[in-house]
């Protein structure tokens, strides 16, 4: 049973670029979360997804940000005109449907964003 | 005041020693602990998680609620070099989605 996957792990922009990271969540999972690790700091909470919704994205800065789950393909994190600032890790994490689901979050490898 | 707090170590142990490890939370709220271990530059493993006060064993690691203090721990039996990682405690609210972590515990276990 694979685990999360994230893709891609590493990757380099220039500020003013966008950025997108793509998480596919283990299988028979429906809830997606991203987390982020800026240097030195903690792992924060950014947004809570299932499929096709949106259900907390009290984490998520307001402006430049925003996430999706579809019906099919991947979850997708967008961050737009990227600065400095926005380099860091990226987690994904998947956990099982129904009502304790939430409490068994399983991370992926990251992504490791660098903005030059 | 962080929501949980949680020494930054180092933790510096020989191999076999015990390690112990633990977060102090402030909001009685959080009902559910979690324990991540993080090699460097990796993704967090979830090792447990518990809902009540008390003991939960799983092989060498057994985590300990205390929910009365709001304190946390784990400890690791028969330390191994393979253990050296961060570890991070994480609490949930019932009902809630999203995790609350410390800021881990970097242990190392010397051969």
């Known amino acids: 049973n694979a685990g999360v996957m994230q893709n891609p792990r590493h990757l380099v922009r220039r500020r003013g670029q966008e950025a997108r990271l793509r998480c596919s969540p283990m299988?028979?999972?429906?809830?997606v979360y991203w987390y982020r690790q800026l240097p030195e700091e903690g792992l924060k909470f950014m947004v809570y997804?299932?499929?096709?919704?949106?259900?907390?994205e009290s984490g998520m800065p307001k402006e430049r940000f925003s996430a999706e789950f579809p019906k099919e393909g991947p979850s997708i994190l967008r961050i737009q005109q990227v600065v400095r600032g926005d380099s860091a890790a990226y987690f994904c994490?998947?956990?099982?449907?129904?009502?304790?689901?939430?409490?068994?979050?399983?991370f992926g490898p990251g992504t490791r964003l660098t903005v030059t | 005041q962080k929501e949980v707090e949680q020494d930054p170590g180092p933790l510096s142990v020989p191999e076999g020693a015990i390690v112990s490890l633990n977060c102090t939370y402030s909001?009685?709220?959080?009902?559910?602990f979690m324990w991540y271990r993080q090699y460097s530059r990796k993704g967090p493993e979830l090792l447990m998680y518990?809902?009540?006060?008390g003991n939960k064993e799983d092989g060498r690691f057994t985590a300990q609620v205390d929910k009365s203090s709001k304190y946390i721990s784990l400890f690791i039996r028969d330390s191994q070099p393979s253990d050296s990682a961060t570890y991070l405690c994480?609490?949930?609210?019932?009902?809630?989605?999203?995790?609350?972590f410390g800021g881990g515990t970097r242990v190392l276990v010397k051969p």
């Open positions: 994490a998947s956990s099982p449907p129904g009502e304790l689901g939430t409490y068994e979050q399983y």
């Open positions: 299988k028979g999972h429906s809830h």
């Open positions: 997804l299932q499929k096709e919704n949106i259900i907390d």
């Open positions: 909001n009685s709220a959080f009902q559910y």
């Open positions: 518990t809902y009540s006060s």
């Open positions: 994480a609490i949930i609210k019932a009902a809630g989605n999203k995790l609350t």
